[in-house]
């Protein structure tokens, strides 16, 4: 049988139709691979600023309440529960921190003639946030 060269080119369309080979699919894979290295650490650190930054905010709002609480009432409200009872919070927000509303450390007022029981708020988590300093000092 004699090749002609319209089915010699017809049987080269067929090889290359068949797939990529094991070397070029290895190549892909190392080079997503190495992206993933790369982009990774970068959104993992944006996470943690984010969840930093919404604690910054819980904690503000929770304060701005308990203030403007303080400042209508003339004493410090007994629970964060209060807060939500009077509409000072729509709802106790969740600590960003440990994933719970219930984690609060509630502080109390320091002269033992104010009335109330929540004079200021922190987060429940041990530990430090990225700039160095501790969240509880927040």
């Excluded at 000072?88 to 984690?103: E, F, G, H, I, N």
Aim: proline content about 5%; aromatic content about 6%; hydrophobic content about 45%.
């Amino acid at each position: 049988m004699v090749t002609t060269p319209r089915r010699a080119c017809h049987a080269v369309v067929i090889r290359q139709r068949r797939g990529f080979t094991l070397i070029e699919l290895i190549v892909v894979m190392a080079i997503v691979a190495l992206l993933v290295a790369i982009a990774s650490p970068r959104y993992f650190h944006s996470i943690e600023r984010a969840r930093e930054n919404t604690l910054r905010t819980s904690l503000n709002v929770m304060r701005d309440a308990i203030d403007q609480f303080e400042s209508d009432r003339g004493r410090y409200p007994d629970s964060l529960a209060e807060l939500v009872e009077a509409h000072y919070l729509r709802a106790v927000p969740v600590d960003p921190m440990t994933d719970s509303a219930s984690t609060w450390v509630v502080v109390t007022p320091l002269d033992p003639s104010a009335k109330g029981k929540v004079y200021d708020i922190r987060s429940g988590m041990a530990g430090r946030a990225s700039d160095g300093r501790l969240v509880a000092d927040w």
